[in-house]
């Protein structure tokens, strides 16, 4: 069975904090994604990562970094933590070669005080 | 970043009733994916629709892919209270070789018993 896994659940972090995301996928995919989903505006792309060492900026990056050294992990990086970073984070993989569907992990609610 | 227009935003039904819910772009899309959330999870894959004019079913659920290749629907048929949650539809698109997914806004689906 599919496996998107994502380190942590629930975090609260304090502004000015350096922050990491994990994410991990068991299944041998070569593109891996971040998105933020904020209440009204959906999904929104912040990094992807077609290979390892390998990533691009989405929709939203700024603020953020990313880190992908080994194909299964995917890490999301906010290096100084801002109250407006507050949100959900969703981690997905997908294999470049088979049908375009992406597999997500459970998220990660952040709360930056 | 791009987002795609999805509609309505929330609903209130009753049990057994029928839902439909749609999504428009500018943009021309090569695959069209119906996803849904539960709460504190991630989005799961519904539906995915792969040719313009496609109509696909899963259970209680239909969709189909636009003609025109920029819009997209979901009907859900004699709802249930596990219905209840956030769908989104999303397109993909190729960014460089990765798929790459632009999601809706959402739509919130309530259940009256």
């Known amino acids: 069975d599919v496996k998107v896994t994502q380190s942590s659940r629930y975090l609260v972090k304090r502004t000015g904090e350096k922050v990491f995301l994990e994410c991990v996928q068991d299944?041998?995919?070569?593109?891996m994604f971040w998105y933020r989903q904020d209440p009204g505006l959906g999904l929104r792309l912040i990094y992807f990562?077609?290979?390892?060492?390998?990533?691009e900026k989405g929709d939203i990056p700024e603020g953020y970094s990313v880190s992908r050294e080994k194909k299964e992990r995917f890490s999301l990086i906010l290096e100084s933590a801002s109250t407006s970073q507050t949100s959900m984070y969703l981690c997905a993989s997908i294999s470049s070669g088979g049908a375009e569907t992406q597999y997500f992990g459970p998220g990660t609610r952040l709360l930056v005080l | 970043g791009q987002q795609l227009n999805q509609s309505p935003q929330s609903m209130f039904i009753q049990e057994g009733e029928d839902v439909s819910m749609n999504c428009t772009s500018s943009s021309i899309f090569n695959t069209w994916l119906w996803y849904k959330q539960d709460p504190g999870e991630g989005p799961v894959l519904l539906i995915a629709l792969y040719k313009a004019g496609e109509l696909t079913s899963n259970g209680r659920l239909t969709a189909q892919f636009g003609i025109t290749r920029k819009d997209s629907f979901l009907n859900i048929s004699a709802s249930i209270p596990s219905d209840v949650g956030i769908y989104f539809c999303?397109?993909?698109?190729?960014?460089?070789?990765?798929?790459?997914?632009?999601f809706g806004t959402g739509t919130r689906l309530q259940v009256t018993l």
């Open positions: 990562s077609y290979d390892v060492k390998m990533k």
């Open positions: 299944m041998d995919h070569e593109n």
């Open positions: 999303a397109g993909t698109s190729r960014a460089g070789t990765a798929s790459k997914l632009t």
